[in-house]
T-cell receptor
Framework: RKEVEQDPGPFNVPEGATVAFNCTYS??????FFWYRQDCRKEPKLLMS???SGNEDGRFTAQLNRASQYISLLIRDSKLSDSATYLC????????????FGGGTRVLVKP | NAGVTQTPKFQVLKTGQSMTLQCAQD?????MYWYRQDPGMGLRLIYY???????DKGEVPNGYNVSRLNKREFSLRLESAAPSQTSVYFC???????????FGPGTRLTVL
């Protein structure tokens, strides 16, 4: 089993709709979680950190469920520019340790 | 601030040639990482350096060597390139108050 697993998609989303997807992690000791966005042939960029209490940044909401070991990302009012691959990331809190990246979930927002 | 920079942006090698990929950061982060990403696939960790003077193997270290030259610079060397090493290589740092990773723009390497 992979340490961080994601549905590869693609999730085809009408513009203006809401889309949500999850990521599961197997290492119960993981403490830091993030969502990154990666556009085709570009470097991953931080979308948001995921806090235990959940957090929201504009149209994006991230949740952490430690009991079931998954994190989620919800995108409201999808824009064409939200089309990208979303990478789930987890790992130990200390910066000197490795973070583990999921394979990514591809989202395609269509007019 | 430039953040994380990588050179070169593109490179074509012949099988058996050697080269060094350079990475530099001005973020004052202790930790630096090298990943490779193949088409349609996720990131795979090659090597990382938790702090200046230390390096550790990641998931796919075979065929590579690294040098943490100082706090700012972390280089990746291919001693004898193989077509299987054709990939996009990303350097990253980790640190700051949010403990997140920041990536360089990548080096696109083709080995013929």
């Amino acid at each position: 089993r992979k340490e961080v697993e994601q549905d590869p998609g693609p999730f085809n989303v009408p513009e203006g709709a809401t889309v949500a997807f999850n990521c599961t992690y197997s290492n119960s000791a993981s403490q830091s979680f993030f969502w990154y966005r990666q556009d085709c042939r570009k470097e991953p960029k931080l979308l948001m950190s995921v806090y235990s209490s959940g957090n929201e940044d504009g149209r994006f909401t991230a949740q952490l469920n430690r009991a079931s070991q998954y994190i989620s990302l919800l995108i409201r009012d999808s824009k064409l520019s939200d089309s990208a691959t979303y990478l789930c990331v987890g790992g130990p809190k200390a910066a000197g340790n490795k973070l583990t990246f999921g394979g990514g979930t591809r989202v395609l927002v269509k007019p | 601030n430039a953040g994380v920079t990588q050179t070169p942006k593109f490179q074509v090698l012949k099988t058996g040639q050697s080269m060094t990929l350079q990475c530099a950061q001005d973020m004052n982060h202790n930790s630096m990482y090298w990943y490779r990403q193949d088409p349609g696939m996720g990131l795979r960790l090659i090597y990382y350096s938790a702090s200046e003077g230390t390096t550790d193997k990641g998931e796919v270290p075979n065929g590579y060597n690294v040098s943490r030259l100082n706090k700012r610079e972390f280089s990746l060397r291919l001693e004898s390139a193989a077509p299987s090493q054709t990939s996009v290589y990303f350097c990253a740092t980790r640190g700051g108050s949010t403990d997140t990773q920041y990536f360089g723009p990548g080096t696109r390497l083709t080995v013929l």
